[in-house]
């Protein structure tokens, strides 16, 4: 006896209205690769997009993976449950067969089962990335096109509920240079790089994530560094496995990894110091005042022919020179470690 869906309400994102577009623009482009997929250009381009070979459409988690940094890294301990799910928010994948090749007498059958039926004989199973508005289809992957076809009505589906870390905790960092990777920053430690990065921005903005240049960011290592160690561990090509660590660069350990030398001496300056900017022109009026008082008691000198004035002019002069050149010349050193 099937066990039907009178009493299962379909599933609310909650997610705001522009996360829900972005989710749903994001399914809209798989449910476009997987309707070109099989076909010679077609499914080339989606190769190359994926970087991997293939002769059909791809796993809808595989699909956002690429999108999406730290896709799997939070662990979620909710019970699994039945719901009915929005066809036009799953990553499908249509591997065996498209909306087309059913017979058109099986349609209005197949609408009614995948839209009431929870059996296990013909059982959908979605993984929901709560924050993000989406789910990716593990069992059911062909019937979400369908649905899309004929309708949109809800998939009856068992769903998994998966959590994503919150926007505040994810930084994208910018490329300074055209030919470098665009970045994404987990907790100020765990770095990724964006696969798409494209893609990936304009949903993870959506989501609430900022975007930085490095010299931005505070406390992190030298930012050549860490690109060499990026390109060593080859992180920036996908991953043939699906652990999070293994696409992942700790910077705790890079950092623990370069010592700096106890013979090595570190200066500074004002003008070096990093993540600071020197208001020189704010600045510049302190020693400027002092050098307008300067002449202004030269003037008077002239006028007056008072010792006194010569006295102040020249004092003033001094102090308005060794003010300009403070910021260049006071040096600090790190104090050696006993």
Known sequence: MSEMA?????????????????????????????MSSR?????EYQNDWMDSGGTCAFWGHSFLRIVVPFLDWEESQSARFKALVDPRYVLGASIKGKPQHVPEEEIADRIESYSTN?????????????????????????????MRTHGNKPIAAWVDEQNYPAAKR?????????QDEWLALLDGRYLQV????????????????ESFRWHQLKDLPPEDLVRDAVYQRRLHKIQETIKETDRTLD?????DAVPVPESVNVRLNLLMLDNMRFEALRYARWP???LALGLVARLADGVFDLPVFTEAANGLFGAAFAMALAPMLMEWRRRKST
């Open 6 to 34: 009178d009493k299962v309400e379909v599933l609310s994102l909650e997610v705001s209205d522009r996360m829900m577009g972005a989710s749903r623009a994001l399914c809209s482009i798989k449910f476009s690769m997987d």
């Open 39 to 43: 076909y010679y250009f077609e499914q």
């Open 118 to 146: 929870f059996t296990w004989s013909n059982k959908a199973l979605y993984t929901w990335y709560k924050p993000l508005g989406i789910l990716t289809a593990h069992e059911g992957k062909h019937r979400v096109a369908f």
């Open 170 to 178: 994810i930084q994208l960092i910018e490329p300074a240079r055209r």
């Open 194 to 209: 964006l696969q798409r990065p494209y893609t990936s921005v304009a949903l993870l903005r959506e989501y609430g994530v």
């Open 251 to 255: 910077l705790r350990e890079l950092i």
């Open 288 to 290: 400027g005042s002092l």
